[in-house]
Structures are given as C-alpha cells and as structure tokens.
C-alpha cells in the first residue's frame, strides 16, 4: 500500500475508534472497545495505527466516565506501541527540530502514561476512583506526575522535552504567535485530560488568553476541528477553576451543533463531560 | 519594534494623504448638485470622510510639513465642495430630522471652518427630542453625540447619556468574540471610533470594554487580514490606536504596506483593481481615508500621544 493509501486508511481506522471511544464516553461501555476495533476489522495494522492517533482518549471513558479498562483494551495499546514503536530518543522541540514528530512524540507519552496508569503497572489500580462529580481523584490531587508513572510510561514512550512556546508579538513571528501556539495545542489535545500532568499542562494554564485567541480564531475561520482541539484546553482549564477570558460552555455547545466528524464528536464531548453539561 | 511601527505607519498615511490629495477632483459633486442630494452615499458622503482623515493629520500634527500642506489643501477643497458650509446649512433647513449635516460638519468645525448660520441651526435642531428620539443604531447615536461635543453643542458632557448609548452597543455586552460578523466588525469599530473621539479620549472606552477590545482585538485582524479585508483590517488597527494601551503591531503594519500601491492606492480588499483612474477612487477612497487615519493615530501614539487635546 502507497504511504498515501495507509495514512487514508489510518484516518478512517481512527474515525471508526473516536465514534467507539464516544459511544463508551456516553455510557454505551461495557465492552473491550479498543480490542474490538483491532479484532473487527480487516487491516489490523491500521486498526492499531488508530490507537496511537486516538492517543490518550481512548482511556477517556476511564478518566471521565467512570469506566474501567478492559485487559483486552490494555493489551490492544501495548500491541500499537509494539508494532509503531516510537524512536529511542525523543525528537528535539521545533524550532530546532520538526513540529509534527515531537507532537507525536508528546501523544504517545500521554497515551503510554495513561496506559501504565489504568492497566496497573504502575500504582495497581485499575480503574482509578472518581469523586462524585465523576473526575477522577487524581485529577484533582496532587500526584499529577508521579515518578512511578514516568517511569514505566518512559519504557513504551518517553517524555519529551520543551513544550510549545509562546513569546510576545514581534520577536519570532512564525513560531511563538499564538496563532502558531494556539494551533500546536490543538494538536496535543489528547493530552487535555484530567490526571495527566507535564509541561505542556503548566503552559497552558499559563496562557488562558492565547487558548482563548486560539479557539475564537479557529470558530471564525470555520475550521471547527481545530476549535474543538483548542476548546479542550480551555474546558480543562475550566475544571481546574482557572480563570478565562471567555466561557467556555457556549462555545463548546456552538462547536458540537455547528462542527461534524468523528473526532470533533469526541473532542465536544471530552470538553461538556470537563465542563459538567450533562448529556442529553 | 516601536522605531518600525512608526516609520511604517507614517509612510503608508502620507502615501494615502498624496492619494487622496491628488486625486481629489475625482469626489467633486456635480456643479449642479443641490442640498437634496439623490444619492448622499455617492460623493457628499466621502467628501466628508476625506475632509475627516485631513482633520485628524491636522489635529495630530504628528506629519511633515508636506502632509500638513496636503491636509490643509484637502480640507479646503472639501469645503469649497460644501460651499463652504452653505450646502450642509440647505441641507439641514430641508431635513431637520437627518443627523448628517451636524456628522459632516465635524471636520471642518474642529479644524476651525465654522458657518455661523448651520451653527445656530444645529444648537435648535440637535436639543429638539422629536431629532433626539429619531430611529437609528446604538453606535450611530454615539456618532451623533461625539459630533455634537466635537461641535460644541453638549461641551459639559451632559446633553447625551453616554453610559446609556454605550450600554445599547453590541460592544457593550462584551459578546462572545467567536461570533462577530463583518458588519458588526464595523460597528464595534465605530462605537471606538466615537466614544474616543477618533483616539483624542482614549479613557472614553468604559475599562471593562478596552480591556475586552484588547483582548480580542489581534484575533479579528488577523482573520480579516487573512481574507484581505483591507478596509476592515485598517479600521480595526484604528481602534487599536484608540485603546488606552494601544494595540500597534509590527506585523499589522507591514502587512498593510505590503497591499499599499505603489501609487498610495489602499484596496479595499482582494478583488482586482480596477485600472480606471475615477473607479478606482471611487471604489478605494474610504480605504485611503481609514489607512491615512490609522497611520497617523499610529504615529501619534507610538510616539507617547495620549490625546486629550481636545
């Protein structure tokens, strides 16, 4: 198969799993839903390749909803970073190295510590407990990061280093703008979860107002999927009490009736369920 | 940063101000053009709006000599259009219930181009509840009403209610910015415009809404500058200019003098250009005027002006 034929059915593969990731998200769980996105189907390889662009929302029925992670589910991850194993060494931070491998690098690290989490490698709880707002107890903690975690999600997928950097207008225009930034964590939005704590966490709760820019930026040129990535941030954030400059909540309401796919159905979903809009 | 700012926000308003300046015959009214005006839209409007950007490069004087010269031949000219206030003054006898006379007169009466006679008529006219109540929009009223101070018609503050004609803005309910549409684009830009008196007050922005303006104002350039809104793009590097903390950006700058012609020309947006000379001012006029505007505001407050010279 051309590299064009299997990115294609790579990101049909990962449709299929944010449409079983959403179903579980909204209850409809009970079943091993990433081993059977790798089981009912016939090009396994890009059922797996799925799993690692999914990332760390394929465990977000586990960290929102109260789900616990099937033993089929965990060994379904492990086969992905065991067939897509990622490189030894974590690629540099752009601009020294290029944006999209370092991105990647960051979502398997999410996905790998969330891994290490729920299948119990590392604290042997499985699932984590919630409070009574169905927010994981970790989220809220202050064990964030603990080295235990680190260090076996090190073993499938170690963490980069850097995080996308913002600078004041005028003294990188390409790399630093908010646009740029705003966009770059769009693009880690699997790592907009509650439970997961790292660099990349600590800038967006230092940026609330580029989020912001990002996300309005995003609705007003149509490109709803990238306001969705972005409006995950600012959802988080919402749930850790940190003050915005705009709600959150009608903008995710905005995006879920106005945006369409799969992966955006996820995202608005991930976002309501941080925000506390109860399904309907 | 600031050092390129200014040099390039000069250029590309004394380039506007040539434009403006050489092709200004081309807004002549007709010799036979009558204080009824069929189309006020046509060429009395932007007579007015010529005369508005010659006005602001006179009360800055932050331009060379040139450009005060070119400003000072453009007023002129607009007013010699506007027999030197004869026609507003006709014009305000046949329509008392329009606000345009009192809107058009602004310029010339700030720059000292006074009619004694539209003077008298617009101290009745503009006090009258029946021309007070007319219908129109939030930032329209505010317009009327900063016209009427720049006139010396409300010179204690008190005639309008401006907390209570902000308060009717679209601005004013701090909306959510992901929903602004080219037209409101302009009204959030005017109700700036107005309320600051073209960035003279820059305090006359409530702090809550300058500090929301602020807030979202790079994201509505860069969208609009995205699709080449040019027109739009410059009235919204205006309000930057008008915000206590003003907003004027390097990248905003080059990016407008990089759509300039060569010519001093300002398109009004992507569209091809027209090549002849009357359509093309008729089509980009207002661009020139925004951008002769934005550039000299930019100057002025790059260079530590805060207004408040009124």
């Given at each position: 198969m051309s590299p064009d034929r299997s990115q294609a059915a790579y990101a049909a593969s990962a449709a299929d799993?944010?449409?079983?990731?959403?179903?579980?998200?909204?209850?409809?769980?009970?079943?091993?839903?990433?081993?059977?996105?790798?089981?009912?189907?016939?090009?396994?390889?890009?059922?797996?390749?799925?799993?690692?662009?999914?990332?760390?929302?394929?465990?977000a029925p586990c960290l929102l909803a109260g789900e616990g992670l099937h033993p089929a589910d965990a060994a379904a991850v492990a086969q992905s970073f065991a067939v897509f194993p990622p490189p030894v060494s974590t690629p540099a931070p752009p601009p020294a190295g290029a944006a999209e491998p370092w991105l990647a690098a960051w979502r398997d690290w999410g996905t790998a510590s969330l891994l290490a989490?729920?299948?119990?490698?590392?604290?042997?709880?499985?699932?984590?407990?919630?409070?009574?707002?169905?927010?994981?107890?970790?989220?809220?903690?202050?064990?964030?990061?603990?080295?235990?975690?680190?260090?076996?999600?090190?073993?499938?997928a170690p963490r980069p280093t850097g995080a996308p950097q913002l600078a004041e207008a005028g003294s990188d225009p390409a790399e630093t703008t908010w646009q740029t930034w705003s966009t770059r964590m769009g693009q880690l939005s699997p790592l907009a979860l509650p439970g997961l704590e790292s660099p990349v966490h600590a800038m967006a709760r230092a940026a609330p107002q580029a989020l912001?820019?990002?996300?309005?930026?995003?609705?007003?040129?149509?490109?709803?999927?990238?306001?969705?990535?972005?409006?995950?941030?600012?959802?988080?954030?919402?749930?850790?009490?940190?003050?915005?400059?705009?709600d959150p909540a009608p903008l995710v309401e905005h995006l879920r009736l106005h945006g369409g796919g799969p992966r955006l159905a996820l995202d608005v979903a991930i976002a309501r369920r941080l925000l506390g809009v109860e399904d309907v | 940063m600031t050092a390129s700012v200014t040099r390039t926000a000069h250029d590309v308003s004394a380039q506007a101000l040539a434009w403006l300046h050489a092709?200004?015959?081309?807004?002549?009214?007709?010799?036979?053009?009558?204080?009824?005006?069929?189309?006020?839209?046509?060429?009395?409007?932007?007579?007015?709006?010529?005369?508005?950007?010659?006005?602001?490069?006179l009360r800055e004087s932050v331009a060379?000599?040139?450009?005060?010269?070119?400003?000072?031949?453009?007023?002129?000219f607009c007013w010699s259009q506007f027999r030197a206030g004869d026609m507003l003054y006709e014009r305000q006898l046949r329509f008392s219930l329009m606000t345009d006379p009192l809107e058009t007169y602004v310029p010339f009466a700030r720059s000292g181009l006074r009619h004694a006679a539209l003077d008298g008529l617009l101290a009745h006219t503009s006090a009258l509840r029946s021309v007070r109540g007319a219908e129109m929009l939030p930032n329209r009223r505010l317009a009327v009403a900063n016209a009427a101070r720049v006139v010396g018609?409300?010179?204690?503050?008190?005639?309008?209610?401006?907390?209570?004609?902000?308060?009717?803005?679209?601005?004013?309910?701090?909306?959510?910015?992901?929903?602004?549409?080219?037209?409101?684009?302009?009204?959030?830009?005017?109700?700036?415009?107005?309320?600051?008196?073209?960035?003279?007050?820059?305090?006359?922005?409530?702090?809550?809404?300058?500090?929301?303006?602020?807030?979202?104002?790079?994201?509505w350039i860069d969208i609009w500058a995205e699709i080449e809104q040019w027109d739009l793009v410059a009235e919204l590097m205006i309000v930057g200019c008008c915000l206590p903390e003003p907003h004027c950006a390097a990248a905003d700058w080059d990016r407008l003098a990089a759509a300039?012609?060569?010519?001093?020309?300002?398109?009004?947006?992507?569209?091809?250009?027209?090549?002849?000379?009357?359509q093309r001012f008729a089509d980009h006029q207002h661009t020139a005027v925004v951008a002769a505007v934005a550039g000299t505001l930019a100057v002025s407050r790059t260079l530590g002006g805060t207004g408040q010279r009124l």
């Amino acid at each position: 198969m051309s590299p064009d034929r299997s990115q294609a059915a790579y990101a049909a593969s990962a449709a299929d799993l944010a449409l079983r990731a959403l179903d579980a998200l909204q209850g409809a769980g009970g079943t091993a839903m990433v081993a059977d996105h790798v089981e009912r189907t016939d090009d396994p390889k890009a059922a797996l390749a799925a799993i690692r662009i999914v990332g760390a929302d394929v465990f977000a029925p586990c960290l929102l909803a109260g789900e616990g992670l099937h033993p089929a589910d965990a060994a379904a991850v492990a086969q992905s970073f065991a067939v897509f194993p990622p490189p030894v060494s974590t690629p540099a931070p752009p601009p020294a190295g290029a944006a999209e491998p370092w991105l990647a690098a960051w979502r398997d690290w999410g996905t790998a510590s969330l891994l290490a989490r729920f299948a119990g490698t590392d604290t042997g709880a499985m699932p984590v407990g919630t409070d009574a707002d169905g927010i994981p107890a970790a989220a809220e903690g202050t064990e964030r990061n603990g080295p235990v975690t680190a260090g076996v999600a090190g073993a499938l997928a170690p963490r980069p280093t850097g995080a996308p950097q913002l600078a004041e207008a005028g003294s990188d225009p390409a790399e630093t703008t908010w646009q740029t930034w705003s966009t770059r964590m769009g693009q880690l939005s699997p790592l907009a979860l509650p439970g997961l704590e790292s660099p990349v966490h600590a800038m967006a709760r230092a940026a609330p107002q580029a989020l912001a820019r990002g996300a309005t930026r995003a609705v007003l040129r149509r490109d709803f999927p990238t306001a969705a990535r972005v409006a995950r941030w600012l959802a988080l954030l919402a749930a850790e009490g940190e003050p915005l400059p705009l709600d959150p909540a009608p903008l995710v309401e905005h995006l879920r009736l106005h945006g369409g796919g799969p992966r955006l159905a996820l995202d608005v979903a991930i976002a309501r369920r941080l925000l506390g809009v109860e399904d309907v | 940063m600031t050092a390129s700012v200014t040099r390039t926000a000069h250029d590309v308003s004394a380039q506007a101000l040539a434009w403006l300046h050489a092709h200004r015959e081309r807004g002549g009214l007709p010799a036979d053009a009558t204080a009824e005006l069929g189309d006020p839209n046509g060429v009395y409007k932007p007579l007015g709006e010529s005369a508005l950007a010659a006005s602001l490069v006179l009360r800055e004087s932050v331009a060379g000599g040139t450009e005060l010269r070119l400003a000072r031949e453009l007023l002129d000219f607009c007013w010699s259009q506007f027999r030197a206030g004869d026609m507003l003054y006709e014009r305000q006898l046949r329509f008392s219930l329009m606000t345009d006379p009192l809107e058009t007169y602004v310029p010339f009466a700030r720059s000292g181009l006074r009619h004694a006679a539209l003077d008298g008529l617009l101290a009745h006219t503009s006090a009258l509840r029946s021309v007070r109540g007319a219908e129109m929009l939030p930032n329209r009223r505010l317009a009327v009403a900063n016209a009427a101070r720049v006139v010396g018609l409300d010179q204690d503050g008190r005639v309008y209610d401006w907390a209570a004609l902000t308060r009717a803005t679209w601005l004013a309910a701090t909306p959510e910015p992901w929903l602004i549409d080219w037209m409101t684009g302009y009204c959030v830009t005017h109700t700036v415009f107005h309320l600051t008196d073209w960035g003279a007050r820059p305090t006359g922005l409530p702090e809550e809404l300058a500090d929301y303006v602020s807030t979202w104002l790079p994201v509505w350039i860069d969208i609009w500058a995205e699709i080449e809104q040019w027109d739009l793009v410059a009235e919204l590097m205006i309000v930057g200019c008008c915000l206590p903390e003003p907003h004027c950006a390097a990248a905003d700058w080059d990016r407008l003098a990089a759509a300039q012609h060569p010519d001093g020309l300002v398109p009004r947006d992507g569209d091809p250009v027209a090549d002849d000379p009357d359509q093309r001012f008729a089509d980009h006029q207002h661009t020139a005027v925004v951008a002769a505007v934005a550039g000299t505001l930019a100057v002025s407050r790059t260079l530590g002006g805060t207004g408040q010279r009124l």
